[in-house]
């Protein structure tokens, strides 16, 4: 295993080289004041002493390239990310056949799983605000790591009923969850003061990695529950965390020898410039339309239910149906990096969302087994539909994860990046529970399915319901937006301003 490591780092180093010439070369950079976050031009942050500029404004973007060691370091992060999917199909059989749980129960425990990831602000601004032994983001992937490792062998030994598994899910949810935020404050340092081009690239990298880990454990975890139990499974699970305590040891992360020389926040201020950035309706609009989106009602757990009793797939063909939905969200990635990094968010959503709905609403023809009317067998329809609706909802996802990158105030890179993504997350968390409801409402259980008809149809035709709202999204680039006016302390030898001066990032 540590062989197969070493060589894979071997062969992100050596890719990390490949995608040079994607990136932009950092010294190319115009550094003309009238420019915009979403421009070709470096976005260049002044500090203002009343209405006029000083001549020797201060320019605390970080543009030193990133190296091959960062590249790896994130992209590994977001790897075992997507290799933790390997537990996804034996978490399902798991408190299906082992512990006899009911599809609104199994859908219900799987959002609780997901808190962590509507508390990323928290995992953020810990790691923004609070140092360990000077550090902001070695310590944390190590503690991730040991957090992830320890609840999925806790998980394989000593749960024995639904609610002590939900919360050892819960441990583990959190530190990928760590992880996946030190990732992308990393990302976000980058990114700043950068144009849209090269945010979107540094994006489409950093989450083809995710997409990569996704592929190998998708058909990989189905196929290991043939050979083995599905605690067997939660043990290889936790290997994977644990190799961050490793690549703690090489994470790029300067540490704060001087921490008087560095802009400061404390906790009340912090908290003051979070809700000044998210109060601007040019980020306010947006994150709450995203929350609309994601809490229109899901089907959640009740399709592994329908595949299981009523069409029968094993767990090789249920590895393999993933298999085909993570391979299509690496061509989804690939295909807004080429093509819709520069078109306008607003389209993308739109159309993404409505061709979200009719491809839902074709499930209808599945569990009126029309499609055998059509010669379409079941596996092949299923494969199909996950096939289309991956690449579909990575392309939705995809404007959210670059605006959110480009929003992030100095400082509060983890915090502010970690914020919006978390709207997203809630809004999924909540559309669960509401698809929860729906199903103990309609009498979906794992013995009767007679109206999972019904809860296919109200959830698929609700996500339209949020275009309403459509005109949240800026029809222009939505990257030119203002960032908040962060106050930081003043020491003239060290760049930073007086307390009450306002640091103003130009048209961020």
Not at 115 to 124: C, D, E, L, T, Y
Request: proline share 5%; hydrophobic share 50%; with cysteine.
């Amino acid at each position: 295993l540590w062989l197969g490591l070493w060589l894979f780092g071997r062969s992100c180093c050596r890719s990390a080289k490949l995608f040079a010439p994607w990136i932009p070369a950092m010294g190319d950079e115009t550094t003309d004041e009238k420019t915009s976050l979403i421009g070709s031009k470096k976005v260049v942050p002044q500090r203002y002493d009343g209405d006029e500029a000083p001549d020797n404004a201060v320019d605390q973007f970080d543009h030193t390239p990133p190296t091959n060691v960062f590249y790896f370091v994130t992209s590994w992060i977001l790897f075992v990310e997507g290799v933790s999917g390997l537990s996804g199909l034996a978490v399902s059989f798991f408190y299906k056949n082992t512990l006899g749980v009911s599809p609104a129960l199994l859908t219900s425990i799987s959002s609780v799983s997901s808190i962590p990831w509507a508390m990323k602000p928290v995992f953020g601004f810990i790691s923004d605000g609070f140092p360990i032994f000077g550090y902001r983001r070695k310590p944390y992937i190590f503690l991730a790591g040991v957090l992830g490792g320890v609840s999925w062998f806790l998980m394989s030994t000593v749960v024995a009923d639904p609610w002590s598994g939900a919360f050892f899910l819960l441990l583990t949810s959190t530190g990928i969850c760590v992880g996946n935020v030190i990732s992308e404050a990393l990302v976000v340092e980058k990114s700043r003061g950068k144009d849209q081009e090269f945010a979107s690239k540094l994006q489409s990298i950093i989450w083809g990695a995710q997409a990569v880990g996704s592929v190998l454990a998708s058909w990989t975890g189905g196929w290991l529950l043939t050979v083995m139990t599905d605690r067997n499974v939660f043990l290889i699970a936790a290997v994977f965390p644990l190799t961050w305590v490793l690549l703690a040891l090489i994470t790029p992360d300067k540490k704060l020898e001087n921490q008087a020389n560095e802009p400061k926040l404390d906790f009340k201020e912090k908290c003051t410039v979070l809700f000044q950035a998210v109060s601007r309706p040019e980020i306010a609009y947006p994150c709450a339309f995203i929350f609309m989106l994601n809490a229109t009602p899901a089907t959640g757990a009740s399709w592994f239910f329908f595949y299981t009793d009523v069409l029968h797939f094993d767990s090789e063909f249920m590895g393999t149906i993933n298999l085909i939905g993570s391979l299509c969200t690496l061509a989804g990635v690939i295909l807004f990096q080429q093509f819709l990094k520069n078109q306008q968010f607003r389209g993308i959503l739109l159309w993404s969302t409505i061709i979200s709905t009719l491809l839902g609403l074709s499930q209808l023809l599945l569990i009126f087994r029309l499609n055998h009317k059509m010669g379409i067998p079941d596996g092949v329809f299923c494969l199909g539909e996950s096939a289309i609706l991956s690449v579909v909802g990575w392309i939705n996802t995809m404007p959210i994860l670059v605006l959110a990158a480009r929003l992030c105030p100095k400082g509060m890179e983890g915090t502010m990046y970690a914020f919006i993504m978390s709207v997203n997350n809630f809004g999924g968390i909540v559309g669960s529970q509401i698809g929860a409801l729906l199903t103990i409402a309609l009498g979906v259980t794992e013995k009767n399915l007679s109206n999972f008809w019904l809860l296919v149809l109200i959830c698929n035709a609700s996500t339209v319901l949020p275009l309403v709202f459509i005109n949240w999204i800026p029809r222009d680039d939505p990257m030119e937006v203002k960032a908040p006016k962060v106050k930081v302390d003043d020491d003239p030898e060290s760049g930073a301003v007086a307390p009450g001066t306002e640091v103003h990032y130009q048209d961020l």
